[in-house]
Nanobody, 127 residues
Framework: VQLQASGGGLVQAGGSLRLACAAS????????TGWFRQAPGKDREFVAV????????RYADSVMGRFTISRDNAKNTVFLQMNSLKPEDTAVYYC?????????????????????WGQGTLVTVSS
């Protein structure tokens, strides 16, 4: 599967952006999809994950209540709506897809379960 991420850009603090991740190459209806981010000088960190089949989702504490992950099954696309953005949200955002091998959401908070990654899209939040 190939993933194409888009939607990043420069926004002022308090603003919003919507990232998109379009998947192609194989059916992903039984997969899980996650968003991670990596700020300069920091490790890649979990942001959000969703079950493709029923849309259940989990979020990192740092984005809870501000970010929403959703998907369009017909378009094989996953979105990350980011509201009330803060300067500390500045990072390269990556989407990733992997097989659903566990029913534990905590399992998908790490990069290892994902086998396909997008190229990343830069989000810069100015203060």
């Amino acid at each position: 599967v190939q993933l194409q991420a888009s939607g990043g850009g420069l926004v002022q603090a308090g603003g919003s952006l919507r990232l998109a991740c379009a998947a192609s190459g194989r059916s992903i209806t039984s997969s899980i999809t996650g968003w991670f981010r990596q700020a300069p000088g920091k490790d890649r960190e979990f942001v959000a994950v969703t079950w493709w089949t029923d849309g259940r989702a989990r979020y990192a504490d740092s984005v809870m209540g501000r970010f929403t992950i959703s998907r369009d099954n017909a378009k094989n696309t996953v979105f990350l709506q980011m509201n009330s953005l803060k300067p500390e949200d500045t990072a390269v955002y990556y989407c990733a897809i992997g097989p659903r091998t566990s029913d534990s959401f905590s399992y998908y908070r790490q990069p290892a379960p994902y086998d396909s990654w997008g190229q990343g899209t830069l989000v810069t939040v100015s203060s």
